[in-house]
């Protein structure tokens, strides 16, 4: 039986990055690699696997160097890290990264609290990032933060994401990622201006990464799609958000965007496995599952495919030595 529905944009599961920001447990090297491995083999096209962000300040990225040298060249070719100066991706490069999403976000006053700098340095420094990428065969994603609302500002201007997105500065970029980093984005918005960055911008592959604050996650995603996106960003139970960001919480959930968009590699079978992987992790971490998806599959609706124990047997149990 075919499950898939209109395949249009892959997801981006960016659990041990975003997710991991605000949770007060620190997973060990060997855990994370154990995950990605796991979202690979089940059949996640692409991961974030962590952050060059200062260990002080997110302790729960200190690791991601050694996860990055922990992997192999083919599954790190599926692996993203986010970085925001050049620097970064020269020690990133370093380790073995290919793929790297640099960071820099629309509103001056979040730049400066995310990344201790105005929003035109982290331009200013963009093209000597994009060469520390070039010179390992690399690719480097322009990632814009706070494309809708900043916490600190309030609404952002569309105008104001067109220029960075048109900025000079960031030739040689792959792609765009328009974020909703507080998740106050409604879906007309989002259609908007990933519409517009599509048809106004120079041609790169659109990413979307969304947050659930509002309860607009998976129809954000799925409006971003239909304008345009080709690429999409979800944590495993929704977990995650911005620690430099008040108001921001978890990140769209993996499970919920998936039974969305039904992509042709995920089956009932695999969708248990990834419920039984997210429950586990959530567990070890002491976080809620926030996943409408995997609440939904821990129902009594025994007809329904989805459902785990309805006929459909995981694809191994998800549980991680």
Known sequence: MSYTLEPLA??????????????????????????????????????????MARADLVPTMA????????????????????????????????????????????????NQANIG??????????????????????RIQLCIATSFTCPFEGQVPEQ?????????????????VICDTLGQAVPAQVASLVGRVRAESPARRIVYHGHDTWGLGVANTLAAIGAGATLVDGALGGLGGCPFAPG??????SEDILFATRPGWLTPDTFASLVHLSEALLAELGEPNRSKAAQGARSRAAAFEWVIGSGHAPEGTGQLA
Do not use: M
């Not at 990055?68 to 993203?80: G, N, Q, S, Y």
């Not at 104001?160 to 765009?176: K, M, Q, W, Y």
């Open 10 to 51: 892959e997801l981006r599961d960016v659990t041990l990055r975003d997710g991991l920001q605000l949770t007060g447990k620190v997973l060990s090297t060997e855990r994370k690699v154990e995950t990605v491995r796991e979202l690979l083999r089940l059949g996640v096209p692409s991961i974030e696997l962590g952050s």
């Open 63 to 110: 690791n991601t160097l050694e996860v990055v040298r922990a992997l192999t060249a083919e599954e790190l070719e599926r692996c993203w890290i986010w970085v925001a100066t050049p620097g970064h991706v020269a020690k990133a490069a370093a380790a073995g990264a290919r793929n790297f999403q640099y960071c820099l976000s629309a509103s001056d006053s979040h």
């Open 117 to 138: 700098r105005s929003t035109d340095a982290s331009l200013e420094a963009l093209p000597q990032a994009v060469e520390e990428a070039r010179k390992v065969d690399g």
């Open 160 to 176: 104001r994401v067109l220029s960075i997105a048109n900025d000079p500065r960031a030739e040689g970029t792959c792609d765009i």
């Open 248 to 253: 921001a919480s978890g990140n769209t959930s």
